[in-house]
C-alpha cells in the first residue's frame, strides 16, 4: 500500500511539474497588437520626421488610422516584421485611394519614419494608414 502511495504521489508532481504555469491570466500571443507612434511635421527629401509635434499615440492592428500631419515615427516590433499600408488620398483606407504603399517595419528595437504625403493637415491632401504585424 506504501508503495501504491509513493506511486500516487511521483505521478501527481510529474504531472504538475509538466503543466506550464500561466501568470497574468493572460493568453501569449507572438505577434503584437498594437505599436507606439510619433507625429511629426515638415519633411524633406533625407529626412522624414524633422519636427516633432510632442505627442504620441498608439497604431492598432488592422485599425484604419486617418492621417493629418506629414510625419510619422513608427515603433519596430522586436522580434516581427511589420507593415503600414498608406492610403494616399483617403481617409478611410479605401481601395479607391489614389495611391497604396505598403511600408515594410523592419523587426528592431528602434522607429521607421513614413511620409504621409499630408503636409496641410488634412484640408486638401488626404491620407490613412494601416498597421499590421504578422
Known amino acids: 500500500m506504501l508503495s501504491l502511495t509513493i506511486l500516487s504521489f511521483l505521478a501527481t508532481s510529474a504531472l504538475s511539474l509538466a503543466i506550464r504555469r500561466q501568470d497574468g491570466g493572460g493568453v501569449y500571443s507572438p505577434t503584437p497588437s498594437n505599436t507606439t507612434v510619433t507625429y511629426y511635421t515638415g519633411s524633406n527629401p533625407s529626412a522624414v520626421c ?19 500631419l506629414s510625419g510619422y515615427s513608427i515603433g519596430q516590433a522586436p522580434n516581427n516584421n ?25 523587426a528592431g528595437n528602434g522607429t521607421t519614419c513614413v511620409a504621409s504625403g499630408v503636409p496641410d493637415g488634412g484640408k486638401f491632401y488626404h491620407a490613412s494608414a494601416v498597421w499590421s504585424c504578422s
Open 82 to 106: 511589420c507593415t503600414l499600408t498608406l492610403y494616399s488620398g483617403s481617409t478611410s483606407c479605401d481601395v479607391d485611394a489614389t495611391e497604396i504603399t505598403a511600408y515594410t517595419i523592419p
Open 50 to 68: 524633422v519636427y516633432e509635434v510632442g505627442g504620441t499615440g498608439t497604431f492598432q492592428q488592422g485599425v484604419c488610422n486617418t492621417l493629418t
